[in-house]
């Protein structure tokens, strides 16, 4: 599978989208004055933020422990599955860190940032639902993927065995096409075998004729064409008349 099919890589675009304007938020918040609104706002964003993506990079770890129970189904190898482990903490780590700074500096303890943080809980709330759904959405697109793999093979399974029968018929035939082969062999054989004596026993013949006829001579032989020639009248005779 691509990458660009590959659900990892497509969630992991959107982590590090993610994980990018967190990073962006977090430079502003450390140039902004100590205790104003805005530090306050920025803040709650990169508390609320870092929980967030800790909640996708957190589903993303799961989904790689399912593939690493069997790779090869999956496509991957075992480099493949530790390069995406050290994505997801490095991910982890940068989240992690900003979280921490966050939360101990510049004139905002972590009690105060939480509080802030309580006063948006619409906001709080539609995050942890999306990022909810978010992680429904993965685990359903996985599912998905690995029901269209099975039906894959069992379709693949089926056009294997529909060619396993083809070439047993292909060979059944081929035995009895081979088998009358041998006999048509068989026949030509003793077809040839009768020839080779009929064309013995005719030369045979030949050869007996010559010696009575040579014995004979021409009285001889002027009486055997008109015996023959009586002969063959009352054959026809015989046939035809009555």
Known sequence: M????????????EIQDSIDKLLSSFRRWESAPSGTGEQVRLTTELLSGSESIEEQVDELDKAISVAARDPSYFGLDAAELERRRKWTRTARDQVGSV????????GLNYHDSHRELLKLPTEKSHQTEMSSQYGQHNDDFISSESDRQMLLIKQQDEDLDELCDSVQRIGHLGLNIHEELLAQDKIIEDLGTEMDSASNRLDFLQKKVEIVMKKAGAKGQIMMIVFLLVLFIILFVLVFVY
Do not use: M
């Open 2 to 13: 691509s990458s660009a099919q590959d659900p990892f890589y497509i969630v992991k675009e």
């Open 99 to 106: 979280k921490k700074k966050v939360s101990g500096g510049k």
